[in-house]
């Protein structure tokens, strides 16, 4: 392939004959993504509804290192999991190391920050109009906490896509203790790596259209659950006046 134009066409003609190695290598991408976001998922959403409730000395250092959290570079987790999982490490035993399991470890790490710290603002925002009333009611901080992000439901659905983009787009956490190995634990993000170093730009382009198209879905949905939540809050709030009114 001499021209880009080339290149461009043999990656929409692999992606539209549903190619056997790069729609593989889609699905598990996907795959890998979407369990390291279900497990991270409920560990952020159960700390940061926590976060968002409770007040304690110290609490100010443990939402900067939180913070701090969410820049990690992905090559240092990877470095973490990988001395982590290696056979010399406190968990070597386990034979993680280059497998989905690995990789899925180390998506957890880079998610559960990001999950953490927008449901904690989240819950912390809610718990200023509401807080106040559950606690009268009888309800214990953490249980305050789980209700008001229950309530909030629709807007943690959106940190959930959020934590799935980080998740499907990094790359070199998943190179360092996956391997990239060739049928086992190559993913999206080191293939178009490796592809690229190759000159096999169409697979390289291929799975980057498809990579984007993920993206931009997931920040579709986004924005739509986001107005649809504006649009039930706005009802919601003229019924209410209209009662008050009458």
């Given at each position: 392939m001499n021209t880009f134009a080339d290149s461009a066409r043999t990656a929409l003609a692999l992606i539209t004959n549903f190619d056997p190695g790069?729609?593989?290598?889609?699905?598990r991408s996907l795959a890998v993504s979407a369990t390291a976001c279900a497990i991270a998922y409920g560990l952020g959403l159960a700390a940061g509804a926590w976060l968002g409730v409770t007040r304690f000395r110290g609490r100010g250092a443990v939402l900067t290192v939180l913070n701090t959290l969410l820049a990690l570079p992905?090559?240092?987790?990877?470095?973490?999991?990988?001395?982590?999982l290696s056979r010399s490490g406190?968990?070597?035993?386990?034979?993680?190391?280059?497998?989905?399991?690995?990789?899925?470890?180390?998506?957890?790490?880079?998610?559960v920050p990001v999950v953490t710290a927008l449901t904690r603002q989240t819950v912390e925002d809610a718990d200023v109009q509401h807080g106040e009333?559950?606690?009268?009611?009888?309800?214990?901080?953490?249980?305050?906490?789980?209700?008001?992000?229950?309530d909030e439901r629709y807007a943690l659905l959106t940190v959930l896509m959020a934590a799935f983009g980080r998740a499907v787009s990094e790359v070199g956490a998943v190179m360092?203790?996956?391997?990239?190995?060739?049928?086992?634990?190559?993913?999206?993000?080191?293939?178009?790596?490796?592809?690229?170093?190759?000159?096999?730009?169409?697979?390289?382009?291929?799975?980057?259209?498809?990579?984007?198209?993920?993206?931009?879905?997931l920040n579709a949905l986004i924005a739509v659950v986001r107005g649809w939540r504006e649009r039930v809050d706005?009802?919601?709030?003229?019924?209410?006046?209209g009662l008050v009114a009458t």
């Open positions: 790069l729609w593989t290598i889609v699905a992905s090559v240092v987790v990877g470095l973490l999991v990988y001395l982590l406190p968990l070597g035993f386990l034979g993680w190391m280059f497998t989905f399991q690995a990789m899925v470890v180390a998506q957890v790490v880079l998610v009333q559950l606690a009268s009611l009888g309800a214990g901080r953490f249980l305050r906490g789980l209700l008001l992000a229950w360092i203790v996956g391997g990239n190995i060739d049928g086992f634990t190559r993913v999206m993000t080191t293939a178009i790596a490796l592809e690229t170093s190759k000159g096999d730009l169409p697979l390289a382009l291929g799975l980057g259209i498809v990579l984007l198209a993920v993206v931009l879905i706005g009802i919601t709030t003229a019924a209410t006046r």
